[in-house]
Each structure stands twice: as C-alpha cells, then as structure tokens.
C-alpha cells in the first residue's frame, strides 16, 4: 500500500509538476524577476540595447542585442544564443562578450517566456515561439536585416536550437549550428536526470525530440561540443546526436574535464567556436 502510494505521488509530481522541474526559472533565487537579470552594464558592455519582443500570441520577451566592439571576422553574422533551463540570460552575458569581443558579431540573447524579464509559462511549444520571435527579429531589424545567422543553445537551449534550424533551414541566412551539452530526449534523459521517475517517464509531455529532428537539418553546418564530465546529460546523448545527425557538414569536439554547467569556461571551449564560424559557418572567409 505504501509502496503504490508512493508512486502514485511520484506519477503526480512528474504529470503535473514537470514545467517547473524541467524549466526552473526560478533559480537562483529570483532569478524570474527583472531585478534578478545582470545587465550587460555590469560586465563592461556599453553598446546594447534592452528589448522587449512581443510573440505572436501574446507574450512579451526580454533580449539583450550586443553590437561587437570590435571588427572581426563575422561582423555580418548575429549569433542567437538560447540558454539552459536555469538562470537567466544575464548570467550568460560574459559568454556573449568573449564572442563580440573576438568575433566582431552581434549577439542576440533571447529570454525564454516565463523567465528574467520576460512574461508568460515557459513548455515546449512556447518555448519555440520565442525562439522563431527571436529568428524574426534579426532577420527583420534594420541593422541585421540583410546579415548572416548562427544559432547556439546550451542544454535545453540546443533542443530549442535544432527545432529553430530544422524549421528555418531553407533560408540562406542561417550558416551555423552551435550545440553544447544537449540531449536526444527528454523522456530519454529523466532516467539519469530523475532517477526516481525512470520508470514513469511516459508521463513526461515535455518532449523536445531532438533525436526525431535533427536528422532533418541537411543544409546548416553543425558544431558539437560535448562535456565529458557531464553529469546531468550523459555524454552518450551528444553522441548518439552527432551519429544521427545528416548534415553535410558536422563536427565533433569535446571537452575532458568539462562538467555541464562549466564546460563553457573549459580550455579550448571558445576556439572551437571560433574555428566553427571561420571555417564552417563562413566557408573560409
């Protein structure tokens, strides 16, 4: 009798509760509110602008739009960064900085509904509104209208990622993919990440199926990065993704000692990147 009761709680818990286990925007600690987002200012960036888009059904979203301080070798290229599930985009604005700083790109850093600034509940098909809300913008505001797109996404924000390259794909403005520390699926992922929940994961109706899509994307270069210490996803999903994927163009890189959370501040992290959009993303230019 215990015993069913307690998967019964368990079955609930994971049916009901699942957004704010998957999407916990509320970490840290107020991180959900526009007074918890560092701005751009804080980090030494002077030229940005504070956004707020509007998605077709009804949200508002908060970005930050950094232009380069530099010229570099992408100065026609912006580089829409979709984050993980924690946090807000204003924890990642050092990330952005190293990639203006030496890229020369802009970068568009686009809060997902629900978090930071931005209004709304964030689920899977919100989610993707944001996403194609941001793809919108840089491909319709003045200074970006006529440029080149890379798409980049952390954790969650690469199954955000492939859905945005997959659905866009056929227009020449996206050159790059960029996925760091992803996974095939969520319902594959709960028995590593929720243990407890293994084997009620058919309940889970947050899907990101990025192992159904990204064999779709044929005509975009793709970068993988993959953490090898990764202990919220395993490094076998990144794996299993590069193995799947079709694209002409895909590459393999990964990081020894990186954890999932600070693979990004490991040796070698933004070379890789680097070379990527050099040499991939812009052909050689």
């Known amino acids: 009798m215990v ?54 059904d009804g949200e508002i979203l908060g970005a930050f739009f950094i232009r380069p301080a530099n010229k570099g070798i992408a100065t026609n290229v912006t580089i829409l960064m979709f ?23 802009n970068v568009l850093m686009l809060e997902y509904r629900g978090y930071g600034m931005s209004t709304g509940t964030p689920d899977e098909k919100g989610l993707m509104i944001d996403a194609q809300t941001g793809l919108n913008y840089i491909r ?27 659905k866009n794909q056929e227009e020449d403005d996206v050159i790059g993919l960029i996925l760091e520390n992803t996974f095939t699926s969520i319902r594959k992922l709960i028995p590593s990440a929720f243990p407890p929940a293994k084997y009620i994961a058919w309940l889970c ?33 990144m794996k299993q993704l590069f193995a799947l994927c079709q694209a ?21 992290y ?7 959009i050099k040499n991939q993303a812009l052909g050689g230019q």
């Open 248 to 268: 002409k163009t895909k590459i393999w890189r990964t990081i020894p000692n990186g954890s999932h959370n600070d693979t990004v501040a490991e040796p070698d």
């Open 205 to 237: 109706h947050q899907y990101w199926p990025s192992e159904d899509i990204l064999p779709k994307i044929t005509k975009v270069p793709i970068l993988f990065i993959s953490g090898l210490q990764d202990e919220i996803i395993p490094p076998s999903h």
């Open 83 to 105: 984050h993980g599930n924690a946090g807000n985009i204003g924890h990642r604005v050092p990330i952005a900085k190293v990639l203006e700083e030496n890229l020369g790109c």
């Open 270 to 276: 933004f070379m890789y990147i680097f070379e990527f």
């Open 3 to 56: 015993s069913s009761s307690i998967a019964a709680l368990a079955s609930g818990l994971l049916y009901w509760k699942q957004n704010d286990l998957i999407y916990p925007r509320y970490l840290p600690a107020g991180a959900n509110t526009d007074e918890g987002v560092p701005r751009p200012t804080q980090f030494g960036i002077t030229d940005y602008e504070d956004l707020r888009l509007p998605t077709p």
């Open 140 to 166: 319709t505001a003045k200074e970006t209208v006529d440029g080149k797109i890379v798409i980049y996404g952390q954790s969650i924000g690469g199954a955000v990622a492939i859905q945005l390259a997959a």
